[in-house]
């Protein structure tokens, strides 16, 4: 081995490291969401499912991927923390559109900044913020999978597909 190759390893090494870490940082918060979910009975009605569904597929796509280490599984995920990071977005309008209807309940006089202020400060549920985890987990799925070892071009040495999950 020369010294590129001990250099390309070695940064190899580090990468599936790194990469390893990231995991256990989105297993361990997408265990805590879903727990939290859960407990909170966030499952009235189909909208609220959908944070507990995702979070569902995204570990079946890892097993499987576990299972196969092929190109799709991680594809797959890809796509899970896509639709994660849409969830989070679609999750947090929702959440401020029926803290405004409960403010404005409460309060038929506010508006504005004032209105704005109530929504995003007030210690009322649902929390507006609160789906922003979904974002966060949705970034650290993808950078998971950044330049995964499945996606190398089969052009690349066997051996460097197999570190790193």
């Not at 190899?12 to 990231?22: D, Q």
């Not at 923390?81 to 404005?104: D, N, P, R, T």
């Not at 009322?124 to 974002?135: E, K, Q, Y």
């Amino acid at each position: 081995m020369n010294a590129s190759q001990k250099k390309s390893f070695g940064h190899a090494a580090i990468l599936a490291v790194i990469r390893r870490l990231i995991l256990i940082v989105f297993l361990v918060g997408a265990a805590g969401a879903g727990a939290e979910l859960l407990l909170l009975e966030h499952t009235e009605d189909w909208w609220q499912l959908i944070p507990l569904l995702l979070i569902a597929l995204s570990l079946v796509a890892l097993i499987i991927h576990f299972a196969i280490r092929r190109a799709a599984t991680v594809r797959v995920f890809q796509a899970a923390m896509l639709l994660f990071i849409v969830s989070g977005v679609v999750g947090a309008w929702l959440h401020y559109q029926a803290k405004i209807e409960f403010k404005l309940e409460m309060n038929p006089d506010l508006g504005g900044l004032a209105l704005f202020r109530e929504v995003m400060i007030g210690a009322t549920l649902p929390p507006v913020l609160a789906p922003g985890l979904m974002i966060q987990l949705g970034l650290l799925g993808l950078a998971y999978t950044y330049r995964h070892p499945a996606l190398v071009a089969s052009t690349e040495k066997p051996e460097l597909i197999n570190t790193g999950e």
